[in-house]
């Protein structure tokens, strides 16, 4: 089975991805800072693995790490080496991801996003790895009229996180053109949410989170009084913002397909998103999470959020094409296990030092 080195495998995406990955046979080696994420998401990984005695131990190496720091990330692909199993492909998780961060921190988004992306690149290149998945976000499309958005929309990221992912984009397109030996895919997720169904891993930021799926549970549990409803005046029909909401367990299984296809194919540079192609406003959120539940969310309708748009919903023709993979879960499921992971680890992997 082919060898993959993971960045950022800690972290929400990553964690539930190598879920997958270790669960369809793939040999892992992941590098984390553990800056906005837990060793014990990775401990929990290996239990929902080994629950289905499969032999996983000795596919999941791992190393904490900065991607910017050129000896750590040398150590990874010359150890690789020298045990007979050289990585033949990346998943790159590792980065920042808080729209509101990175308008205050800059500086700090443009080195690890950018500068950290092009210190993985150049490294992947000395050692003949040319095989790369990088996470990218419906962000960088901005604010845009026409929706479902597919791939070939105009990007227009409209803050510094965005810039960075856009950045990121380009630098792979020129990679790509550069030698035609690499093969790389750049993900555009939308909104991912919801929690391995285990209720073992799930979102944990280290923060005060901003996004509302983290937000509502935290309304449900009483941890927060009231949610914030960002804008009622909305040209939507409820008058609130419609996202394309991704379950997380779907997304793991968008990166499988991506990695299979990768591996097998010769294409040398695909943009995809991934998405479900569905939208729900926040008062759909508000609603489902009630009724799937049965907990109250008291919301109150406050001003927009600076930044924001009305709709933003992927068009998923062209993964189900290549991939031949789409979601299957429903905005129910998305709501149980994120209330479930909540329910069962309410201060998230701290919880489990308390007990
Ligand atoms: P996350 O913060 O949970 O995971 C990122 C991981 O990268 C964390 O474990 C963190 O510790 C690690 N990391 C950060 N900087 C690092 C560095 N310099 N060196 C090594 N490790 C480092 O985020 P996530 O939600 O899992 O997102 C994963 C990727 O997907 C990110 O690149 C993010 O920008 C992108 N993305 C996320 C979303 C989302 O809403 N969650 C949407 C679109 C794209
Ligand atoms: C969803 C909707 C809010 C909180 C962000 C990033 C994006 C990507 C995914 C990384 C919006 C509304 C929210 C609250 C609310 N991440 N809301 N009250 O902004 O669509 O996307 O995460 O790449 O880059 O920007 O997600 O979860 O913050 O908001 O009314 O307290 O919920 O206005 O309409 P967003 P979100």
Partial sequence: ??????????????????????????????????VNSSELALQRVMEIASLDAKNTSNRLEVTRGDIREKSTLEKLFINAKRQGRPLDAVIHFAGLKS????????????????????????????YNCRSLIFSSSATIYGDVSAVPISESELISPI???????????????????????????????FNPVGAHPSGRIGECPLG????????????????????????GDWPTPDKTCIRDYIHVM??????????????AERTNFLVLNLGSGIGHSVLEVVNEFEKSTKTEIPYEIVDRRIGDTAITVADPQKAKKILGW??????????????????ENPNGYASEHRQ
Avoid at 208 to 231: E, Q
């Fill in 326 to 343: 789409e979601t299957k879960k429903s905005l129910g499921n998305m709501c149980i296990d994120t209330w479930r992971w909540q329910k």
């Fill in 208 to 231: 005060s989170p901003n996004n509302l799926f983290p937000l509502v549970s935290d309304v449900a549990s009483g941890r927060k009084k009231i949610l914030r409803v960002y804008g």
């Fill in 159 to 189: 803050n510094p996180y965005g810039n960075t992912k856009a950045a990121v984009e380009q630098i792979l397109l020129d990679l790509s053109r550069s030698d035609a030996d690499w093969k790389i895919t750049s993900l555009r997720y």
């Fill in 99 to 126: 729209v509101r961060e990175s308008v205050q921190y800059p500086l700090n988004y443009w080195d690890v996003n950018v500068n950290g992306t092009c210190c993985l690149l150049a490294m992947m290149q000395k």
């Fill in 1 to 34: 089975m082919p060898r993959v080195l993971i960045t950022g495998g800690a972290g929400f995406i990553g964690s539930h991805t190598i879920a997958a990955l270790l669960e369809a046979g793939y040999d892992l080696v992941v590098i984390d800072s553990f």
């Fill in 250 to 263: 779907d997304l793991a299984e968008g990166h499988l397909a991506a990695l299979n296809h990768l591996i």
